[in-house]
Nanobody, 126 residues
Framework: VQLQASGGGLVQAGDSLRLSCADS????????MAWFRQAPGKERLFVAA????????KYADSVRDRFAISRDNIKNTVYLQLNNLKPEDTAVYYC????????????????????WGQGTLVTVSS
């Protein structure tokens, strides 16, 4: 598993972005995938997660009606669509893979994810 995140940038409040995370390894479709974020000086927090075949993803309450996670198992890529961005969404966004969780259970704890991308910075100005 080798994850490469992209798509971050500087936007204004109310704007949208789409983050991408590509896996160059051969087992992408076997893994639960997630996005976490870490604001300056704060801990890394769960944002969204999706099972290996998609369907009924999980979201943090703070993003539930604004963000959407999806995946393309042909392109080995997971996406995070960020809509109606707010200044408090400013953070480094990390994608992560959980090979241990290929079934129905979908973890939200960072300790359950074994592989991490390098992060992509999203900055939202007011």
């Amino acid at each position: 598993v080798q994850l490469q995140a992209s798509g971050g940038g500087l936007v204004q409040a109310g704007d949208s972005l789409r983050l991408s995370c590509a896996d160059s390894g051969p087992t992408f479709s076997d893994n639960a995938m997630a996005w976490f974020r870490q604001a300056p000086g704060k801990e890394r927090l769960f944002v969204a997660a999706i099972r290996r075949y998609g369907g009924n993803p999980k979201y943090a309450d703070s993003v539930r009606d604004r963000f959407a996670i999806s995946r393309d198992n042909i392109k080995n890529t997971v996406y995070l669509q960020l809509n109606n961005l707010k200044p408090e969404d400013t953070a480094v966004y990390y994608c992560a893979a959980a090979p241990r969780y290929s079934g129905h259970f979908l973890p939200v704890q960072s300790s359950s994810y074994d592989y991490w991308g390098q992060g992509t910075l999203v900055t939202v100005s007011s």
